[in-house]
């Protein structure tokens, strides 16, 4: 039978449509990309003068692992000016925009990186959010990845995205207000709820006794997994070491098994952190891009994900 399934504390339905699709193979897409020839590629060793000047970089002496550098091309930039309230509101759309390339070789991709690799990463992205803050008109940092053509990805390096905003995205406010009122109704967060829900349950893909990674009930995509931290943290720069190892095992075996399933399909994630003095539990959203919307979900925000999230999550536990 069909459900209507709404968020577990946001008002967000979708409609788990079970009879169309329970197979992996209705999703899987062509077999792993080969690394595209674009000419010389700036994200490359040996061409670091062709990014703008490095802000970090994780390696020794002048080879590199991961490396940071602002965006060529930002989509926020650190150019100030008043708000203009009216019926067209704006303001300078400031911030910083930095990308993070994860790996020196070209054509690896992200899923086919080492736990440690990985764990170096979310260091950086740790470090970059906490530097990125220090600038009191910055509101939020949001860390992202594109990967593939239906993920958004315009270079084919393997590479994330980081933008500080100088407003709260209306998503983020909104997890904020739902999460403040259940635990105002019920004296509990509403992630940590989800925690002890989901981790002994038909959804649940890995855990340990740090993170936990499962398929989230009201799924938005085929094969959709969120990794949370088990101890409630209000951001990736809190984690203790052994927690963001954990967390770099979990991301690294969720890639791992959807590209053994879909043979290397596309996929968002996002980081999901805390505004300042708010207290919203931290987590990841893994999104892969193996479905389109359509007009029932363009016109009424109500998403039809055909790959029910019980299957899903028994999909990645297989491995199949």
Same mark, same amino acid.
């Given at each position: 039978m069909n459900e209507l399934r709404k968020d577990y504390f946001l008002d967000r339905w979708v409609i788990i449509a079970e009879n169309r699709s329970n197979r992996p193979q209705d999703f899987a897409e062509e077999k792993k990309p080969k690394a595209k020839k674009? #000419?010389?590629?700036?994200?490359?060793?040996?061409?670091?003068g062709m990014t703008p000047p490095e802000i970090c970089r994780i390696g020794k002496n002048d080879s590199w692992t991961v490396r940071c550098f602002p965006n060529k091309f930002p989509a926020t930039t650190p150019e100030s000016g008043r708000l203009e309230e009216n019926f067209? $509101?704006?303001? !300078?759309?400031?911030?910083?925009?930095?990308?993070?390339?994860? $790996?020196?070789?070209? #054509?690896?991709?992200f899923g086919d990186l080492g736990? #440690?690799?990985?764990?170096d990463v979310l260091y950086v992205y740790s470090e970059r959010i906490k530097d990125?803050?220090?600038?009191?008109?910055?509101?939020?940092?949001?860390?992202?990845?594109?990967?593939g053509t239906e993920g958004g990805a315009s270079i084919g390096h393997s590479h $994330?995205?980081?933008?500080? /905003?100088?407003?709260? !995205? $209306? /998503?983020?406010r909104n997890e904020v207000n739902a999460s403040k009122k259940y635990i105002k109704e019920n004296g509990k967060c509403p992630f940590c709820e989800m925690v002890k829900k989901e981790v002994k349950g038909e959804r649940r893909i890995f855990s340990d006794k740090n993170f936990i990674a499962f398929a989230p009930f009201a799924s938005r995509f085929p094969f959709e997994v969120w990794i949370m931290p088990k101890r409630h943290a209000r951001?990736?720069?809190? /984690?203790?070491?052994?927690?963001?190892?954990?967390?770099?095992?979990? /991301?690294? *075996?969720?890639?791992?098994?959807? *590209?053994?399933?879909?043979?290397?399909p596309s996929?968002?994630?996002?980081?999901?952190?805390?505004?300042?003095?708010?207290?919203?539990?931290?987590?990841?959203?893994f999104c892969p891009r193996v479905s389109k919307l359509g007009g029932f979900e363009l016109g009424s925000d109500i998403v039809i994900n055909i790959m029910p999230p019980e299957v899903a999550a028994k999909h990645y536990r297989d491995g199949i």
């Open positions: 674009e #000419g010389k590629c700036y994200f490359c060793p040996g061409n670091e067209l $509101t704006k303001q !300078p759309a400031y911030g910083r925009h930095e990308v993070v390339v994860e $790996t020196p070789t070209h #054509g690896e991709s736990v #440690g690799q990985i764990k990125l803050k220090k600038d009191k008109r910055i509101r939020y940092v949001m860390v992202f990845k594109n990967e $994330t995205q980081i933008i500080a /905003l100088s407003m709260i !995205p $209306t /998503l983020i951001s990736i720069e809190l /984690l203790k070491d052994a927690e963001l190892h954990s967390f770099a095992e979990m /991301l690294k *075996n969720v890639i791992s098994r959807l *590209n053994s399933i879909l043979n290397y996929y968002n994630f996002y980081l999901h952190i805390s505004p300042e003095n708010e207290d919203l539990h931290f987590h990841l959203e």
